[in-house]
């Protein structure tokens, strides 16, 4: 199986609700949802308040068949 990183935040482990959504877009258009090829996400994140776009975008790249 493949396994890709990608990187949403910077050495100091900052980053913002916008680096995360580039970062789920990114993963969800490079994904190949075949049965050989199934794509999981896996995020250990934590954010201060409701981020409510981070969460579309999960919502999002779900229906195209990303399991989280």
Do not use: M
């Not at 493949?2 to 910077?10: A, K």
């Not at 959504?21 to 409701?50: D, E, P, R, Y």
């Amino acid at each position: 199986p493949l396994q890709v990183s990608v990187r949403v935040l910077d050495c100091a482990a900052i980053g913002t609700s916008t680096s995360l959504i580039q970062g789920i877009n990114w993963l969800t258009q490079h994904c190949s949802t075949t049965a050989s090829q199934k794509c999981v996400a896996n995020q250990s994140l934590s954010f201060n308040g409701i981020a409510a776009d981070v969460e579309a975008a999960i919502q999002a790249s779900i229906r195209q068949g990303v399991s989280y």
